[in-house]
């Protein structure tokens, strides 16, 4: 049975918890969804890579296309996706191995799939002018980061959620309306703003996900983190958080490690820009792998093992995954 953007349930294959126990070596080695390590490989060398020392695959979403797969250096930063052909992909496929010659890679992009993001903007009372200036414009760097076929929208909130601008893949008016006017303000209803972002974002098809800023502490929404996280995980939707100064920093992490996403911690708003290019980065890298004996059937399970070769030596990284 055929199913669309369905959850992906994942576990340490063995191999990757020895590395990971072993070498210690990834940004966040208690990471669910990664795992790797040193190893052999017959990938071509990325000569201009002289930075990275470990690699982590990891991703939150399938189809009946395949598989959305990001690879990222120890610092969490996507590798770039024109580094990754058949040959740095090795397929178990219930229990078959499938042939390297036989598997496609492409980019999500490239693929003719969108990736749909919800920007969620705290305007509440305790952001500074300074504050909302720059957030702004990490949101417009995460727009001009967007491919043409991707889509994004905006939500503010402080007090109230107010959906700033609907679904749209016009990076022009999506740019105009981050730094336009907007009546949130006050205290701050993050899991309502969130919660909005995610059903609006569950309409939508491809890769999605849902960017969250907050400087502080929820404090107003009449949704609960367990309706934002249990909805997240029925939708197949992972939410990037990121926090700014003294944001309550537990709960940004936990939402995004239980949906599958990424925490950001910003100790200053001059550090936003750099955090959203790198979010864009790490979406516009993904790469959809597939081969022709695929179908989605629930309960099947797959384990791929990634292979990475740069200047400073080769990297593998090893997933497993059960289709719910």
């Not at 996507?78 to 499938?98: D, E, H, K, P, R």
């Not at 920007?119 to 702004?136: A, H, W």
């Not at 929820?218 to 992972?238: K, R």
Request: charged share 10%; aromatic share 10%.
């Amino acid at each position: 049975m055929l199913k669309n953007n369905l959850w992906v349930r994942l576990s340490f294959a063995a191999a990757a918890v020895f590395f990971i126990t072993m070498a210690g070596c990834f940004n966040n080695p208690v990471d669910p969804i990664t795992g790797g390590g040193s190893g052999g490989g017959t990938i071509p060398v990325n000569s201009s890579d002289a930075t990275t020392s470990s690699v982590t695959a990891g991703y939150s979403q399938a189809n009946d296309q395949g598989i959305f797969i990001s690879v990222r250096d120890q610092n969490g930063d996507a590798l770039n996706a024109a580094y990754f052909n058949n040959a740095s992909f090795a397929v178990n496929y219930n229990g078959t191995q499938i042939a390297a010659g036989s598997i496609s890679v492409a980019t999500a992009s490239g693929s003719g799939q969108s990736i749909s993001s919800s920007l969620v903007l705290d305007y509440s009372g305790s952001m500074g002018s300074q504050d909302i200036t720059d957030m702004e414009n990490a949101a417009v760097t995460f727009v001009n980061n967007m491919q043409a076929a991707d889509r994004g929208e905006v939500i503010k909130f402080g007090s109230s959620v107010v959906r700033e601008m609907s679904y749209t893949a016009d990076k022009s008016a999506l740019s105009t309306v981050i730094t336009g006017p907007t009546t949130a303000g006050g205290s701050t209803a993050l899991y309502d703003a969130v919660y909005m972002g995610l059903t609006d974002t569950a309409q939508e098809s491809g890769q999605r996900a849902v960017i969250a800023f907050t400087d502080g502490y929820e404090n107003a929404s009449s949704h609960s983190l367990t309706d934002i996280v249990g909805y997240a995980q029925n939708n197949s939707i992972p939410i990037y958080t990121v926090g700014l100064g003294g944001a309550d920093s537990t709960t940004l992490q936990s939402i995004a490690t239980q949906t599958y996403g990424l925490y950001y911690e910003a100790p200053t708003s001059a550090e936003l820009a750099t955090i959203y290019s790198r979010i864009a980065q790490i979406f516009n890298n993904t790469l959809l792998i597939s081969w022709p004996s695929f179908v989605y059937r629930s309960g099947d399970t797959i384990v791929i093992t990634v292979t990475y070769s740069c200047s400073t030596g080769t990297y593998t990284s090893t997933i497993s995954i059960t289709l719910p």
